[in-house]
């Protein structure tokens, strides 16, 4: 039976040609040393040290090596992948499908080419050492993992928009707080407001005919709810809201002020406001960014089954 691992680094010393099979990971391929010609559908592309290729899932190419090349693979599972990005960047993505939108802008068609710095390149040759020894060892999960988020430290500050790492402080995490009590008992009551708000976001609800429908006065249901929510019922369903707009604008070429109205909001200038308070973009700035790639679940399926042939397998 093979173990599934999510990450896994190779050093391997290339003298002849070598075609990279196509496969749904993510392969990032660091020049350690020596240069190659990598050959693809989309023409030939020269490798030189520290240069950083990137392929997506489904990608292949062949590289031919001027003489020897030394190169470092490491092949990330879509899936973690795409978790990892979504809890190191919680103050960017707000949710998974947008990590999702995300990682379709970033693996395009096409492999990607980096040139690093000497700091960077210094820097990852650190982390990339570390991660081959300990991906020798299935044990030591949590050294992968710690040795695998410094690399995808480095490579953010490269990879990800300017605009987005300027409002990365910018936009409170508000969307995400209710993660922060999760490990908190929660009353029944405040779990069916909850359920509440969810269902009918839109809805105009109030604090009193919340607490009426959960046989509790105003003031219990609220301290209820903040102890276990971390925030107002009335601010929870704000949360509720601007997450139904973030998903319809990825998702849809709905107007803005159509989607406001949807979400429950009368005013879209009112609405855009708010939005721009919890992402640190506009509706219309957000759309541009993601909403090109929105992604189908048939679409997302594709990228789940992963195998590296004669590796572990990747889910």
């Known amino acids: 039976m093979q173990r599934f691992v999510p990450v896994l680094a190779q050093t391997r010393v290339l003298s002849k040609p070598f075609k990279s099979k196509s496969c749904t990971c993510v392969r990032y391929i660091f020049v350690r040393s020596g240069s190659a010609i990598v050959s693809s559908d989309k023409g030939d592309r020269s490798l030189l040290p520290g240069d950083l290729m990137i392929l997506g899932p489904n990608l292949s190419c062949e590289k031919i090596p001027n003489s020897t090349v030394t190169l470092t693979t490491v092949y990330a599972d879509f899936e973690y992948l795409a978790d990892q990005l979504l809890w190191e960047m919680s103050t960017i993505f707000i949710d998974r499908s947008q990590v999702l ?163 429950g909001w009368r005013d879209a200038g009112h609405a855009a406001e708010i939005f721009l308070r919890h992402f640190g973009q506009t509706p219309t700035g957000y759309r541009s960014f993601f909403g090109d790639q929105s992604m189908t679940s048939a679409e997302l399926s594709l990228l789940v089954d992963t195998l590296i042939p004669g590796q572990p397998s990747f889910r």
């Open 101 to 263: 939108s995300y990682l379709g802008k970033t693996f395009p068609e096409q492999e990607v080419l980096l040139r690093l710095n000497a700091e960077d390149h210094k820097r990852l040759s650190e982390q990339l050492n570390l991660l081959v020894s300990v991906s020798k060892m299935s044990q030591n999960f949590y050294q992968i993992q710690s040795a695998f988020g410094e690399v995808l430290q480095i490579l953010n500050q490269r990879l990800l928009p300017v605009e987005l790492l300027q409002n990365r402080g910018l936009g409170t995490p508000t969307v995400r707080r209710t993660g922060v009590n999760s490990f908190k008992i929660v009353s029944r009551e405040a779990a069916a407001i909850r359920g509440l708000i969810e269902r009918e976001p839109s809805r105009r609800w109030t604090l009193a005919e919340l607490a009426q429908i959960v046989h509790l006065s105003p003031s219990q249901s609220y301290r209820q709810f903040v102890a276990a929510y971390g925030t107002s019922p009335l601010g929870y369903q704000t949360i509720q809201r601007v997450r139904f707009m973030a998903h319809c604008l990825r998702t849809t070429r709905t107007p803005v002020k159509e989607i406001a109205r949807e979400a």
